[in-house]
């Protein structure tokens, strides 16, 4: 009897079985995998409300896996230290899960190896890793990325910290009680964004993809007007992820840089700029930027830096570039190979980002005669970047390569006339492929074309006169070699078409003297052209020097107040405020030189302070100013601004 009741039911649990299966087919989800993420009503749309309403409709995806109960269970919170957070994917690609790491479990870290594809709908997490490394190696057997997530754990390659670690927030609400603070305001945003626009982006176009950044900014202001972004007690879902607040901090960034160039007066000016910088580099630390860089990070960093240095801090801008860099190497940016499996568009974005780290680098690299921190090898050159009709933006991306070569020469090479010779004859081949109106100023039918024809004329007259400098270091009697006289003279034009061009762009813009490249490249111009032999003598450039000194001199007696301070002064740095107070002298003492050296002249003329030596203005191939003391024509209690 009992055998009976067995084998009666082995058929009652086969059909059971088959029910359960039925019902489960007749269950099966048809919600968006977004909001079966989230637990929120989907209504089946492609994509669906919910998904367009909270702002990322590209991820709106169906027939994604469901993850396991364990898989679940690894990423809890009680095991957030064992699994490595998620490092934020690179702008424009949002994870699937678009909650706020700080409210929610991470997802672990996905080291993939070179040949896993990875699309925008299914959106990975990505740190990059070379290909010598054991956990490439172990991705190009085991694809999953199931064992190169285990491996990277054990051996300690994966950041664990969902948080910024040297942030005391114990909760959500405490971070986002921390962003509200910072957000800027819709006043701040249209008065200042606008001087970035127009001032600062044209000429160092950091920004990999302003359109695309403006479309976040009104989104940034729908979600400010309806009050999202001011309310304390409730936390935004579209604003808190880390990649938002990681747009925020670009944002204020644009902004510091916008008010360095803005219309306000010192020291207003100079509160505005570092008041936003500030604010930006604490929604970097919101976003842990740290552990989880993406390509808003980066552009936060480079922006930070850059306007650093425009205000004369080039020595900590040069120290923040090092962690930019490392940062965009964690993502793989230096090289084209790591982002292969990236979409099209986001490879552009990356190559446009690597370029302008290449940019920032390479002019700080030549200033200091310091080692460069980035290459180009990992990239290939686009051969049609390069034939004909090359922009602004082009050519200072090859003067950027050609300032690597010539910093990464060893010491023969760099003192090498015939090397010289043949950058400099590379140098001129590309140049005569710019567009019309950057090879003449005939060309120029607008105002910007103007701008742009200038700049570039100033910092080609820079790499020309870094190229000609072995020249320059010879003894006069050198100066038969045909080679070296060529040199010579290509060094004396360069010298006086920077300062020229200088001059010009000062008429019509606010911009060469708020940019720390520019002015640094017109006073070195002109300390070397009053201490050279060639043309300390010359009255064409001695007449040069003069107008460029008459220019900051009156940016310095202009618009002080009853008490001395600048009212809509210029900023100057100290290392600027030496090297001008260098040239003064220089220029000043120019005629006394000539009647020592002529006791004819001599008599009879008043005697004065022994002249300036060399050695005392300047110092080193890097073109750094010595310690020279202000003189009685520029106190030392002189302004800075």
């Given at each position: 009897?009992?055998?009976?009741?067995?084998?009666?039911?082995?058929?009652?649990?086969?059909?059971?079985?088959?029910?359960?299966?039925?019902?489960?087919?007749?269950?099966?989800?048809?919600?968006?995998?977004?909001?079966?993420?989230?637990?929120?009503?989907?209504?089946?749309?492609?994509?669906?409300?919910?998904?367009?309403?909270?702002?990322?409709?590209?991820?709106?995806?169906?027939?994604?896996?469901?993850?396991?109960?364990?898989?679940?269970?690894?990423?809890?919170?009680?095991?957030?230290?064992?699994?490595?957070?998620?490092?934020?994917?690179?702008?424009?690609?949002?994870?699937?899960?678009?909650?706020?790491?700080?409210?929610?479990?991470?997802?672990?870290?996905?080291?993939?190896?070179?040949?896993?594809?990875?699309?925008?709908?299914?959106?990975?997490?990505?740190?990059?890793?070379?290909?010598?490394?054991?956990?490439?190696?172990?991705?190009?057997?085991?694809?999953?990325?199931?064992?190169?997530?285990?491996?990277?754990?054990?051996?300690?390659?994966?950041?664990?910290?969902?948080?910024?670690?040297?942030?005391?927030?114990?909760?959500?609400?405490?971070?986002?009680?921390?962003?509200?603070?910072?957000?800027?305001?819709?006043?701040?945003?249209?008065?200042?964004?606008?001087?970035?626009?127009?001032?600062?982006?044209?000429?160092?176009?950091?920004?990999?993809?302003?359109?695309?950044?403006?479309?976040?900014?009104?989104?940034?202001?729908?979600?400010?007007?309806?009050?999202?972004?001011?309310?304390?007690?409730?936390?935004?879902?579209?604003?808190?992820?880390?990649?938002?607040?990681?747009?925020?901090?670009?944002?204020?960034?644009?902004?510091?840089?916008?008010?360095?160039?803005?219309?306000?007066?010192?020291?207003?000016?100079?509160?505005?700029?570092?008041?936003?910088?500030?604010?930006?580099?604490?929604?970097?630390?919101?976003?842990?930027?740290?552990?989880?860089?993406?390509?808003?990070?980066?552009?936060?960093?480079?922006?930070?830096?850059?306007?650093?240095?425009?205000?004369?801090?080039?020595?900590?801008?040069?120290?923040?570039?090092?962690?930019?860099?490392?940062?965009a190497q964690t993502l793989g940016l230096h090289t084209e190979k790591s982002i292969s499996h990236w979409p099209e568009p986001m490879r552009q974005k990356a190559r446009a980002l690597w370029s302008m780290t290449v940019w920032q680098d390479s002019l700080l690299s030549l200033c200091y005669d310091r080692p460069s921190m980035v290459s180009?090898?990992?990239?290939?050159?686009?051969?049609?970047?390069?034939?004909?009709?090359?922009?602004?933006?082009?050519?200072?991306?090859?003067?950027?390569?050609?300032?690597?070569?010539?910093?990464?020469?060893?010491?023969?090479?760099?003192?090498?006339?015939?090397?010289?010779?043949?950058?400099?004859?590379?140098?001129?081949?590309?140049?005569?492929?710019?567009?019309?109106?950057?090879?003449?100023?005939?060309?120029?039918?607008?105002?910007?074309?103007?701008?742009?024809?200038?700049?570039?004329?100033?910092?080609?007259?820079?790499?020309?006169?870094?190229?000609?400098?072995?020249?320059?270091?010879?003894?006069?009697?050198?100066s038969l070699n045909p080679r070296i006289r060529i040199l010579r003279n290509r060094a004396k034009d360069s010298l006086v078409e920077a300062g020229k061009a200088f001059l010009d762009f000062e008429t019509l813009s606010i911009v060469p003297l708020r940019t720390w490249s520019m002015v640094h490249t017109v006073l070195s111009s002109a300390?070397?052209?009053?201490?050279?032999?060639?043309?300390?003598?010359?009255?064409?450039?001695?007449?040069?020097?003069?107008?460029?000194?008459?220019?900051?001199?009156?940016?310095?007696?202009?618009?002080?107040?009853?008490?001395?301070?600048?009212?809509?002064?210029?900023?100057?740095?100290?290392?600027?405020?030496?090297?001008?107070?260098?040239?003064?002298?220089?220029?000043?003492?120019?005629?006394?030189?000539?009647?020592?050296?002529?006791p004819e002249t001599q008599r009879g003329s008043p005697r004065s302070q022994s002249p300036q030596r060399s050695s005392d203005v300047i110092s080193g191939p890097g073109m750094g100013f010595g310690d020279v003391q202000p003189s009685s024509e520029f106190p030392a209690n002189f302004d800075f601004g």
């Amino acid at each position: 009897m009992p055998n009976s009741s067995a084998a009666g039911s082995n058929p009652e649990r086969q059909e059971i079985d088959r029910i359960l299966r039925a019902k489960r087919q007749l269950r099966e989800t048809k919600a968006c995998y977004p909001c079966r993420s989230r637990k929120v009503k989907c209504d089946n749309g492609q994509p669906c409300r919910t998904c367009q309403k909270r702002g990322h409709p590209e991820i709106c995806v169906y027939g994604l896996e469901e993850s396991s109960p364990r898989k679940r269970a690894m990423l809890s919170p009680q095991n957030s230290n064992a699994d490595a957070s998620r490092v934020a994917f690179p702008s424009g690609l949002e994870s699937a899960n678009d909650q706020p790491p700080i409210r929610d479990s991470a997802s672990p870290l996905h080291t993939r190896p070179a040949s896993e594809s990875i699309n925008q709908e299914d959106p990975a997490n990505y740190v990059f890793s070379g290909e010598n490394t054991v956990i490439s190696i172990l991705g190009s057997h085991y694809t999953d990325g199931s064992i190169t997530h285990k491996a990277s754990s054990v051996l300690g390659l994966q950041n664990s910290f969902s948080n910024y670690p040297f942030l005391d927030l114990k909760t959500s609400m405490d971070r986002w009680k921390a962003l509200v603070e910072i957000v800027p305001q819709r006043e701040e945003i249209l008065k200042f964004f606008h001087f970035y626009r127009t001032s600062a982006y044209p000429f160092n176009p950091i920004l990999v993809d302003i359109d695309g950044f403006e479309l976040v900014i009104c989104q940034f202001l729908t979600s400010y007007a309806s009050g999202e972004l001011r309310n304390h007690d409730q936390i935004s879902e579209r604003w808190s992820s880390d990649r938002s607040v990681g747009q925020i901090s670009l944002l204020l960034a644009a902004l510091a840089s916008g008010a360095h160039y803005s219309d306000l007066g010192n020291p207003e000016r100079a509160e505005k700029y570092q008041s936003f910088a500030r604010r930006s580099f604490q929604a970097l630390r919101l976003a842990n930027f740290l552990l989880r860089p993406s390509l808003e990070v980066v552009q936060s960093l480079l922006i930070l830096g850059n306007t650093l240095q425009n205000n004369g801090q080039s020595d900590g801008a040069w120290a923040l570039l090092g962690t930019t860099v490392r940062l965009a190497q964690t993502l793989g940016l230096h090289t084209e190979k790591s982002i292969s499996h990236w979409p099209e568009p986001m490879r552009q974005k990356a190559r446009a980002l690597w370029s302008m780290t290449v940019w920032q680098d390479s002019l700080l690299s030549l200033c200091y005669d310091r080692p460069s921190m980035v290459s180009t090898r990992g990239w290939q050159l686009d051969s049609t970047a390069l034939e004909s009709n090359l922009s602004y933006t082009d050519m200072m991306r090859y003067l950027c390569r050609l300032g690597l070569q010539i910093n990464n020469a060893n010491e023969r090479e760099r003192n090498d006339i015939a090397y010289s010779s043949k950058l400099l004859a590379a140098l001129d081949d590309v140049f005569k492929r710019v567009q019309p109106h950057l090879l003449s100023r005939e060309h120029c039918a607008s105002l910007h074309q103007h701008l742009e024809h200038l700049a570039l004329r100033i910092h080609v007259s820079f790499c020309v006169s870094v190229l000609c400098r072995p020249a320059i270091q010879r003894p006069p009697r050198t100066s038969l070699n045909p080679r070296i006289r060529i040199l010579r003279n290509r060094a004396k034009d360069s010298l006086v078409e920077a300062g020229k061009a200088f001059l010009d762009f000062e008429t019509l813009s606010i911009v060469p003297l708020r940019t720390w490249s520019m002015v640094h490249t017109v006073l070195s111009s002109a300390l070397l052209l009053c201490l050279w032999e060639e043309t300390r003598h010359d009255p064409a450039c001695r007449d040069l020097q003069q107008r460029v000194i008459e220019v900051f001199s009156r940016v310095d007696t202009a618009g002080k107040d009853g008490n001395g301070q600048h009212d809509n002064g210029q900023w100057l740095s100290t290392r600027h405020i030496h090297a001008l107070v260098a040239l003064r002298n220089a220029v000043r003492d120019t005629p006394m030189r000539e009647a020592h050296a002529n006791p004819e002249t001599q008599r009879g003329s008043p005697r004065s302070q022994s002249p300036q030596r060399s050695s005392d203005v300047i110092s080193g191939p890097g073109m750094g100013f010595g310690d020279v003391q202000p003189s009685s024509e520029f106190p030392a209690n002189f302004d800075f601004g």
